[in-house]
């Protein structure tokens, strides 16, 4: 086992365990902590999560958080986007948003089976 000497007395280094990341899935992990780092976009990704496998109109979202602004929301949505989390499909004129499965498994991760409604203003 490795030691190192510090201020006089022997130090023995814990071995690593398991096998780091691959580069591959370490990026894949990054982009999706970096969207949900964000506590608004978290806020956005919770509300789709309210949702299960359903649908949320953009129109609900910004209803639901008025402070954002259509363009923030939107900001926000297309980072949930890029990073796989979220998928859209416009009907009727309208946007409509869902969490994907990767989303789904994430959000029963993050934030358990049944985010509570509490997370909404």
Do not use: K, N
């Not at 814990?14 to 894949?28: E, H, N, Q």
């Not at 780092?37 to 979202?61: K, M, Q, T, W």
């Not at 259509?70 to 499909?89: F, I, K, N, S, W």
């Amino acid at each position: 086992m490795p030691t190192s000497r510090a201020q006089g007395r022997a130090v023995v280094c814990t071995p690593t365990r398991g096998i780091a990341l691959d580069r591959a899935t370490a990026i894949r992990t990054a982009a999706v902590l970096t969207a949900l780092a964000d506590p608004e976009r978290l806020r956005v990704f919770s509300l789709l999560a309210l949702a299960g496998a359903g649908e949320v109109c953009a129109c609900r979202l910004a209803e639901a958080l008025p402070r954002l602004g259509p363009e923030l929301l939107d900001a926000h949505l297309e980072q949930l986007l890029g990073a796989g989390l979220v998928a859209r499909h416009g009907r009727d004129g309208w946007a409509y948003y869902r969490l994907t499965s990767d989303g789904r498994a994430r959000a029963a991760a993050l934030l358990g089976s049944a985010p509570s409604p509490a997370l909404v203003p």
